[in-house]
């Protein structure tokens, strides 16, 4: 960053942000491992132990609303991130519109690229996973419900909110 003194007092998201204006030299390294640390550091915090369960407060509205159920939701994320072909994410992003949809993302790529603010999202790298699971992505996304902090999720949906 010597070399970019005006991006010293940028955060990591801000630059992701606005990835087309980080200089072409850098832009591969800051959309690679300043995704990839936005990604895993609300990754740990939308986890815990004893998590799980069904979503509740706002959250829970929210998915009923647009997604008609907890069960249908469930359903749509754990498809799209066995979708993901090879290495990469599948979240739930509030849209540039205000709507809640369910996408996914290459890499360490961050839906803050594309202009969407990450509620929370699942790594569907392999080394997430591999351990226990194998190649059986589907039963990890079936699993990782099992420790969902929906007390974080809750704040990062208020969050979201607020954004314009």
Do not use: C
């Not at 939701?73 to 072909?85: I, L, T, V």
């Not at 202009?115 to 351990?131: C, Q, R, S, T």
């Amino acid at each position: 960053m010597d070399k970019y003194p005006e991006l010293k007092n940028k955060t990591v998201e801000q630059l992701l942000q606005n990835l087309d204006n980080v200089p072409a030299d850098i832009r591969t390294t800051v959309r690679n491992n300043g995704g990839g640390h936005v990604n895993h550091s609300m990754f740990w915090k939308i986890m815990k132990p004893n998590g799980g369960g069904e979503p509740t407060r706002e959250i829970a509205t929210a998915i009923n609303d647009n997604f008609g159920s907890f069960a249908d939701f469930k359903k749509q994320f754990n498809e799209a991130g066995g979708g993901r072909f090879g290495s990469g994410w599948v979240w739930l992003v509030r849209n540039k519109n205000g709507k809640l949809e369910i996408t996914t993302t290459a890499n360490q790529d961050s839906p803050l690229m594309e202009g969407k603010y990450p509620i929370f999202g699942n790594d569907v790298w392999e080394h997430a996973y591999y351990l226990k699971y194998q190649n059986r992505r589907p039963e990890y996304l079936d699993a990782w419900w099992n420790v969902v902090n929906w007390d974080e999720i809750n704040q990062r949906f208020a969050d979201a909110s607020k954004i314009e």
